[in-house]
């Protein structure tokens, strides 16, 4: 009997998940030696600007997405979906290359602000960024095993309200995250 992915969707969601985060958590805490070349330091340093203009980029792709499926259009509902998790694999790879290579990059403002403030921010930001996670993978992966036709009558609809809500949360928090880090301060 052969392994479809269509008939095993959430096992190979979970899978995928927690490969994934454990790449994401090894790479932020240090775990992983560094295997790609050092960059040169303007391009390090460009890192969190790209990834600002990535994440509101993504913002956008997803708004065009779900008014696109609220408005029937199929086709681009799903060019403007995987469009975004391009954007966020582009995101993520640039992000993880840059906390291996330097570290998490520390918070130049006071500490009220730190405690209050960015700490929070930064918390829902990552928390909703690790939910996401499977949630993406999920819905992913019904979206590329299922005919459109059949897509209704599975989780995906219901599914993809919830991931896309808390993706447009992550990605905005994500934002002032940087502008706290890199321009507020």
Same mark, same amino acid.
């Given at each position: ?15 995928? %998940? ?6 994401? #958590? ?5 775990? #992983?030696? $560094?295997?790609?070349? $050092?960059?040169?330091? *303007? ?5 969190? !600007?790209?990834? *600002? ?46 906390? %291996? ?14 405690? #209050? ?7 829902? !930001?990552?928390?909703? *960024? ?15 095993? !299922? ?5 209704? *009558?599975?989780? !995906? ?13 992550? #990605? ?14």
């Amino acid at each position: 009997m052969a392994f479809r992915t269509r008939d095993h969707v959430p096992a190979v969601t979970g899978v995928l %998940s927690v490969i994934s985060l454990a790449l994401v #958590f090894g790479a932020v805490l240090g775990v #992983f030696e $560094t295997v790609a070349p $050092t960059a040169p330091e *303007a391009v390090i340093d460009a890192i969190p !600007h790209v990834n *600002a203009v990535l994440s509101a980029v993504a913002i956008g792709t997803i708004v065009v997405g779900w008014r696109a499926i609220r408005r029937g259009a199929v086709d681009r509902h799903r060019r403007s979906m995987l469009v975004t998790v391009g954007l966020f694999v582009a995101f993520l790879v640039l992000y993880l290359y840059r906390v %291996s290579l330097v570290g998490p990059s520390p918070f130049p403002g006071p500490d009220s602000v730190y405690q #209050f403030v960015y700490l929070p921010v930064l918390g829902i !930001h990552i928390l909703l *960024a690790i939910v996401c996670i499977p949630l993406l993978y999920y819905v992913l992966l019904l979206a590329l095993t !299922h005919e459109v036709a059949e897509l209704p *009558a599975t989780n !995906h609809p219901r599914v993809g309200r919830v991931a896309a809500s808390l993706w447009l949360v992550s #990605f905005t928090l994500g934002i002032v995250v940087y502008l706290l880090l890199y321009a507020v301060y």
